[in-house]
């Protein structure tokens, strides 16, 4: 079994079998993502403690986010996972034709997200809703002036732009691994036993879909009850 | 080797994501109090589960790649729950009344 599994150039000279090697990149990359949940939960933890000092303040700052821009957002990051891990699937199953599709889909979808996120700043900097730069809204200045709440709403904008921008960074990242194994992918050999670069690249999209499933209620939601 | 898992599953997966998305979204506008919370970040947790164990397989995970799931969620616990131990008695006067 492990002799002949050398034949296939997909097996690293370092690996005994097949199997050997893809435990071993799944839990390399787990690793990563596991350095990964705390990088972003060093960010959730900044957020409560904002939110447990200020918690009116969060309210009034919440109100000028767009839920139905970021709702979109949500389902089309969701979709973009079931279209990755569609793509691992055609790759374990030997479909190069749709391995190929569904990495471009799940592209497509990530660049929807992105363009979206980017009409969202681009609407917060019309606002006046960009700590330091451009913090130019009346209502929320007023407001803070007249003792409504304390704390000043830059700090849930800054969180907010912190979280999401480095949640962008990595859906930016993530597109072009998955561009560059979309081209790398024309000659086949990412199917069958060589499907892990495709199974690792899904681990880090859907890990990075989990990040905003919490970041969507945490931004957008909360206080909207109100 | 790998688990070929039906097309099925995942369709299935995908949807249950986008209604819990939809009941999350339709239930903020409801005024439950501090419960507004704690469903918002339930809905959320249940998701990521689902998210986990069907899309990145980690039901499948062998030992050493357990390790290192929990070690970062384990890690996120620390993080959390030393900080707030903190932040949270601040205001606790119990010992310094005269």
Redesign the interface.
Known sequence: MAHSDHDNPALGHHWES??QQ??GN??GM??F??????LF??M??AY??FR?LYPDMFTAANHFQN?FLG?VN??VL??S??T???AV?SA??GNNRLLRIFLLATAFLGLVFLGIKAYEYYEHWHEGLVPGLHWTNAELIADEAKGIFKGSAQIYFFMYFVMTIIHALHMTVGLGIVLTLWWRARDGRFLK?G?DPI?LI??YW??V??VW??L???LY??G??? | ??H??P?RT??M??LA??LL?AI??AV?????GPL??VV??A??AI??TL??LI???ARY??G??KL??F???I??AI??VF??DD??TRQWTLFTQP
């Not at chain 1, 993502?33 to 705390?38: A, F």
């Not at chain 2, 903020?28 to 439950?32: E, N, S």
């Open positions: 097949f199997e893809h435990q799944v839990m787990w690793l993502l596991s350095t990964e949940i705390m939960s060093g959730f933890l409560f403690i447990m839920v709702t949500t389902a969701i979709m996972s079931v990755m891990v569609l699937r374990q199953v036993e499907f199974e899904g681990l859907h890990f879909d989990v499933v919490f969507f209620p945490l939601l909360l909207k009850q109100g | 080797m790998a070929i898992v097309v995942y369709l997966v995908g994501l986008i998305t999350t979204v903020a506008y409801v005024d439950l507004n919370e918002a970040l809905v959320a998701k990521a998210i986990v899309f990145m397989n995970a062998k050493p790649t290192f799931i070690m970062g969620l890690m996120m993080f959390m900080t707030m932040y949270m």
